[in-house]
């Protein structure tokens, strides 16, 4: 099997998940629901959505063009230990690994099995020989190389155990909007999308905003009322519950439109049910700012990605297969481990 016959695989699983017949799908999204809470009816179907647009022929050339893939598989084997924040987070480094032509060593995440095994299985159906390359183990002991996505805590963990091998260990991200004042309804509903989408839950989701004037989020929270649904969702709710009270006993001021709580704060990572704000004066201030904390934003969003280097409001959690995790080249580790 050759580079472009890996390729091909990748292309028919995408092709297989955009004809998914409805019974199979209900039945992935019940499982996966069944086993995480948080991995809603619509959660999965946007992730899978997702990938299933990330595995266009023409995107996975126009990707992979860059780089020396090799005609062969290597013998080196790559372990991968996979987050499950959002429904199958981890899919980006397995078809890296497989692509550049290593065995992928891999650790699900508990919260994240369901849909990860389902991907797994489909794509040895569609080429049956990835299934000697792809090995699902508890334990990622003496491998040649590593990939690991955890928190800031677990970072350390992986560095310590790790730390010897080629590795690529990724720690806490988050992303962040820039408003200029001139932001419409239906910018602030884009923006919505990139806040409640997943619940909130991913390195990719807004978690703070920066904008000139306060007054602009009565606008943005009566904009965003469409998304009130989330509030359905007993987990969410109950932080929302939680954040609420602690606000309410500790006097922080704050805005509350029923299920999102907007509160002023130089923190970066927002509880779930809460959007942090800050106010800028100018263009030179607010970059300064942004390139400060630039090691642990994982992108920016802006109307019509105004702001340098930013993503349009609502595209997110829409990333291309380029679109790396923490800015490190992925592919071209894996490539260079040859």
């Known amino acids: 099997m050759d580079s472009k016959d890996r390729i091909a695989a990748f292309v028919k699983l995408g092709e297989f998940i955009k004809n998914l017949d409805q019974e199979e799908f209900e039945e992935i999204q019940w499982r996966a629901q069944n086993a995480n809470n948080w991995f809603t009816v619509a959660s999965v179907s946007e992730a899978l959505k997702g990938i299933a647009s990330m595995l266009d022929s023409s995107k996975l050339n ?6 020396e893939l090799p005609s062969y598989f290597s013998s080196l084997k790559v372990g991968v230990l996979m987050a499950g924040n959002i429904p199958a987070v981890g899919f980006h480094d397995l078809m890296c690994v497989l692509l550049s032509g290593h ?3 891999v650790k ?5 099995s369901v849909i990860m095994n389902w991907l797994i299985f489909n794509l040895i159906k569609i080429e049956p020989q990835f299934e000697d390359l792809i090995e699902i183990e508890e334990m990622l002991k003496a491998k040649d190389a590593y990939i690991a996505t955890g928190s800031d805590n677990s970072s350390r963990y992986f560095n310590y155990y790790f730390g010897k091998y080629p590795h690529v260990i990724r720690q806490n991200r988050t992303s962040v909007a820039v408003l200029y004042g001139d932001e ?15 619940f909130g839950l991913g390195c990719r ?8 004037n306060i007054e602009q989020l009565q606008d943005f929270l009566g904009a965003i009322e469409v998304f009130n649904d989330v509030s359905n969702h007993h987990k969410y709710h109950n932080n929302y519950d939680y954040n609420k009270s602690i606000y309410l006993v500790n006097g922080v001021s704050h805005l509350d439109n029923g299920f999102l709580l907007v509160t002023e704060s130089e923190a970066l990572v927002s509880p779930i049910s809460v959007l942090f704000f800050e106010i800028y004066d100018g263009e030179k201030e607010l970059k300064s700012k942004l390139q400060e904390i630039e090691d642990k934003i994982q992108c920016i969003v802006s109307k019509d990605g105004r702001y340098e280097n930013s993503l349009p409001f609502g595209t997110a959690q829409c990333p291309e297969p380029w679109d790396y995790a923490d800015g490190v080249d992925t592919m071209k ?5 040859i």
């Open 62 to 67: 126009t990707w992979l063009s860059q780089y």
């Open 103 to 105: 065995t992928a060593s």
């Open 108 to 112: 699900l995440s508990s919260t994240d």
């Open 184 to 198: 419409t309804t239906e910018d602030y509903l884009k923006l919505g999308k990139d806040v409640f989408q997943y």
């Open 205 to 212: 989701n807004v978690s703070k905003v920066f904008l000139k």
């Open 333 to 337: 580790f894996l490539c260079d481990l």
